[in-house]
């Protein structure tokens, strides 16, 4: 049978554990012991989450942004620097988070890949050209991709990897206008693939 108390007790070295051993301190019950275990005023990472953009919300309702207030502006700048500190604070306990998940299943998180929103509102100005008739037409479509979903063929991973990330990636976690930034080409490159794919798929079969 399945051990699991083994399981849950070995750390990264490997090196196996009895039920009467004390669990590798990078082991999943290891990390919970010395994380959670015993101490009552432990929170939940999405009631820390939550905790904070409430604290935004209730900062945001005590500024004044109805467009008949002249110092609207003002108080934009005040929300929009709050909605900033927020996010990294946010950003923080994700991280946390993270650690401990890449610490309990190392594998699993470097396998585990997410895909990079493609900004709301990005669509793309396609001219396709009939091939029997030389006809144009013009269309524009959205661009979307998903590295999870079933809907996108496995060899688009490849043309898509600037927007593939590992879920155990610390940068693209607590700065992701800083990962963008630096790994913008290869995201612009891919968004290209992307939407040549799109229009492929979509438009495929305009000259039949």
Do not use: C
Not at 109 to 127: N, Q, R, V
Request: charged residues 25%; aromatic residues 10%.
């Amino acid at each position: 049978p399945y051990d699991i108390e083994s399981a849950t007790k070995t750390g990264s070295d490997g090196e196996k554990k009895s039920s009467e051993d004390t669990a590798a301190p990078d082991s999943p019950n290891g990390i919970y012991d010395s994380t959670y275990k015993g101490k009552t005023d432990s929170i939940y990472f999405y009631q820390q989450l939550k905790g904070l953009q409430d604290e935004y919300e209730a900062y945001k309702a005590t500024l004044n942004l109805s467009w008949s207030n002249p110092n609207r502006d003002q108080e934009l700048e005040k929300a929009n620097a709050k909605l900033v500190e927020t996010q990294q604070k946010q950003a923080q306990v994700m991280s946390r988070l993270q650690d401990i998940l890449t610490k309990a299943y190392p594998t699993d998180m470097a396998e585990k890949k997410f895909s990079l929103d493609i900004p709301s509102g990005g669509y793309a100005m396609y001219e396709i050209t009939n091939k029997n008739t030389g006809e144009k037409l013009y269309k524009t479509g959205d661009i979307m991709y998903n590295v999870n979903s079933s809907l996108y063929p496995e060899y688009l991973k490849e043309k898509a990897k600037g927007l593939i990330v590992s879920t155990d990636n610390k940068d693209a976690l607590v700065n992701p206008k800083a990962y963008v930034e630096k790994h913008g080409d290869e995201i612009n490159q891919s968004v290209a693939e992307i939407a040549k794919y799109n229009a492929t798929d979509n438009w495929s079969n305009y000259n039949n």
